[in-house]
């Protein structure tokens, strides 16, 4: 007998039980995007390898360790999509999308990295993100950072930490990377194997180290706060005030660096402890030189991006999602002329009742059976349909989520009963 074939390591299958808490998340997001005027881009899962190594960064670990690429059948090397703005930003160059123009666009969908998998990170995971291009000014850092905090007030999630910071602009960046190996390299010594790789490399990167015994080198490094010119200053003083002035709290992390190479000024990150190691559910900045490094025309940019996975887990957590799109109704039939006519009644309630979720029982079975798979479906009510009940145009109305007797109701009574009792 054949070995059964498995899902590949790190991707997993989201069965029916959990779907409904996704579909949750992601209408309350659509909606908050559609209020603020995003409109959704979709783009291709499969991209060519050379989009992710310029935009990305070639010394990066997305890049140098995660990406999942292989060479097509006619030579190209071809990348599974780490992550959503790369090809926003082609889409958008390619299609004229950015030309004299203002852009604010949304996407969701699965990327792909080759990490180790662990709850909260697996190789397929899902981001929902958010993009402005053509825009400047602080005023649209401040929007972006208020959408994703509406987004918690929808999904009804506390808890989350917003944590904010600025890498300045390309020259100023430069200017502290020169004092920042500077000083690491003077203490050698005291940095891990992956922190010497990264001095030589990327030594931003090493602010963000995870090793608690370099805790303390890294708190007393120099600062990119340090090395700001003023027109970076007053950027980013403008949305620690806009911040302020909306009531929403936040934590200035000089060590905030993120870990992908095409960010300038703005960072942002939304933390929680409630997940263990994968803390961040929300993170992006400002990528302002991202357009023209990809081939187009000078562009400022800014952006986000949410783990789905972790945003589900943080939901379930808190305890929500329970009896999300459970059946309003399962129709229990008796054989012959009830289940015929039971079927044509329930179409008709389909249409009269925009929203309602009924379930036709299917498959025969005696009553007791299929008293026995609606309490299972969750459904709210059983509407029962025998013979009986067929002959006097009326059909049995029975709770099954709390202690109630079953009653009858004509049939042009149902459509009144379900708009009052369920909606």
């Known amino acids: 007998m054949a070995k059964n074939i498995q899902a590949i390591r790190g991707m997993r299958d989201l069965l029916p039980d959990e779907s409904p808490l996704w579909q949750f998340l992601e209408g309350r997001v659509k909606d908050v995007l559609d209020r603020y005027g995003y409109r959704e881009i979709r783009t291709p899962i499969l991209e060519m390898t050379e989009l992710f190594r310029r935009s990305i960064g070639e010394v990066t670990d997305i890049v140098e360790k995660e990406m999942y690429t292989f060479q097509d059948r006619n030579g190209d090397s071809l990348t599974l999509r780490p992550e959503g703005t790369a090809g926003c930003v082609r889409a958008g160059i390619e299609k004229g999308l950015f030309h004299n123009q203002v ?44 959408i994703s905090r509406r987004f918690w007030q929808a999904l009804g999630l506390d808890g989350l930490e917003l944590q904010v910071n600025t890498l300045g602009t390309v020259a100023e960046r430069a200017l502290y990377q020169e004092r920042l190996v500077a000083y690491l390299s003077a203490h050698r010594e005291q940095l891990d194997e992956e922190s010497l790789r990264r001095l030589e490399t990327n ?7 995870k090793n608690p015994a370099m805790k303390p080198l890294i708190d007393a490094a120099p600062t990119l706060l340090e090395h700001l010119g003023e027109a970076s200053r007053q950027h980013f003083d403008a949305i620690c005030q806009g ?23 703005t960072v942002f990150e939304w933390v929680t402890t409630r997940l263990g190691a994968q803390g961040t559910v ?22 986000f991006a949410m783990g789905v996975e972790r945003l589900v887990a943080l939901l379930q957590e808190q305890g929500a999602g329970q009896g999300l799109n459970n059946p309003h109704a399962y129709l229990v039939l008796a054989a012959g002329a009830p289940q015929q006519q039971g079927m044509l009644l329930a179409e008709r309630l389909r249409d009269e009742i925009p ?4 379930i036709s029982h299917c498959g025969g079975g005696s009553f007791k059976s299929q008293f026995k798979k609606a309490d299972r479906s969750g459904a709210a009510y059983a509407l029962v349909l025998g013979e009986d009940e067929l002959a006097r145009g009326v059909a049995g109305i029975k ?25």
């Open 103 to 146: 852009q604010r666009l949304w996407y969701r969908g699965g990327m792909f990295r080759h990490e180790r998998p662990q709850k909260g990170r697996y190789r397929q995971f899902h981001q929902i993100g958010a993009e402005a291009y053509g825009l400047a000014g602080p005023d649209i850092d401040l929007e972006m950072i208020l």
């Open 203 to 209: 030594p931003l990167r090493i602010l963000d180290a």
């Open 243 to 265: 911040l302020d002035d909306a009531g929403v709290a936040c934590n200035v992390n000089p060590r905030l660096v993120r870990g992908l190479d095409y960010y300038s000024r």
């Open 282 to 303: 929300c993170a992006g900045g400002r990528y302002d030189g991202l357009v023209e490094q990809l081939g187009g025309r000078p562009t400022p940019a800014i952006g």
């Open 355 to 358: 929203g309602l979720r009924l």
């Open 399 to 423: 709770p099954l989520r709390e202690q109630a007797e079953q009653r009858e109701i004509p049939f042009d009574g149902l459509k009144g009963f379900f708009l009052s009792e369920v909606f």
